[in-house]
Nanobody, 125 residues
Framework: QVQLVESGGGLVQAGDSLRLSCAAS????????MGWFRQAPGKEREFVAA????????YYADSVKGRFTISRDNAKNTVHLQMNSLKPEDTAVYYC??????????????????WGQGTQVTVSS
């Protein structure tokens, strides 16, 4: 079973930066694609970013493209989400997700079988 633990959330002001991390308890990390999703109050969980097992391919939601960067360290079984120029509309619980890499619809929650418990990000105006 894959266990994912997110960290790095917090309360920041608009324009600030935060770096989220997700530690994965996976024996062999690089076969797994990793993703970040977020869920704001009263809204559905939505895709933010994803990265292939090798790290060579990344995907971003249009709303975060150019501001957020996903990366991974396969030696440390971790994935990061660097969030710059944060906006109040980025406020949400951010979830890390994992799946065995391959062909999948990366932006749908159903494509990801394993999830962390989430970390709160609050951006004040």
């Amino acid at each position: 079973q894959v266990q994912l633990v997110e960290s790095g959330g917090g309360l920041v002001q608009a324009g600030d930066s935060l770096r989220l991390s997700c530690a994965a308890s996976i024996r062999t990390f690089d076969p797994y694609a990793m993703g970040w999703f977020r869920q704001a109050p009263g809204k559905e969980r939505e895709f933010v970013a994803a990265i292939s097992g090798s790290g060579s391919t990344t995907y971003y939601a249009d709303s975060v493209k150019g501001r957020f960067t996903i990366s991974r360290d396969n030696a440390k079984n971790t994935v990061h989400l660097q969030m710059n120029s944060l906006k109040p509309e980025d406020t949400a619980v951010y979830y890390c997700a994992a799946r065995f890499d391959g062909t999948y619809t990366y932006y749908t929650t159903g494509a990801w079988p394993d999830w962390g418990q989430g970390t709160q990000v609050t951006v004040s105006s």
